[in-house]
């Protein structure tokens, strides 16, 4: 029986985010101000390695489901994200200066099956501010 809980234990262990992962944020500036959250993205990947994106878009009071990779060479974050709301699909590419945390997307999206292009945008990423009305 002993033997037993300790595999259990170690399971969780193995797939729950580490105590000190924190969300982090991606603010757009145009053409849409809305703000990416990826759940527990940080701390960011470190040169030569990868990482789930999970997470939701806030478009004024609409909370969008997003998901993704992230992949860094010590120098940029590359984040390719598909994010879904209602009738309409994004694609987004972004990248991000890791000394600057200032970068751009090159967004792309699907609305009622017609696909638009969207303008690219400057962003800035960091941690998420502390709030009490984020998605769990």
Same mark, same amino acid.
């Given at each position: 029986m002993k033997r037993f809980s300790i595999v259990v234990l170690g399971g969780a262990l193995l797939t729950a985010?580490? =105590?000190w992962a924190q969300d982090y944020c991606i603010a757009f500036a145009y053409p849409f101000t809305s703000v990416l959250? @990826?759940?527990n993205f940080y701390p960011l990947p470190r040169r030569g390695q990868c990482k789930q994106w999970l997470g939701w878009e806030s478009i004024g009071q609409q909370l969008a =489901? /997003?998901?993704g990779s992230a992949c860094s060479d @010590?120098?940029?974050l590359v984040l390719t994200i598909t994010t879904g709301s209602n009738e309409t699909i994004f694609h987004d590419i972004i990248t991000i200066d890791l000394a600057t945390a200032q970068g751009n997307d090159y967004p792309q @999206?699907?609305?009622i099956g017609q696909a638009?292009? /969207?303008y690219p /945008? =400057?962003?800035s990423g960091g941690?998420?501010?502390p709030t009490n009305d984020s998605m769990p």
């Open positions: 985010p580490p =105590a959250v @990826g759940k =489901a /997003s998901t @010590g120098t940029n @999206g699907e609305q638009f292009m /969207s /945008s =400057a962003v941690l998420c501010p």
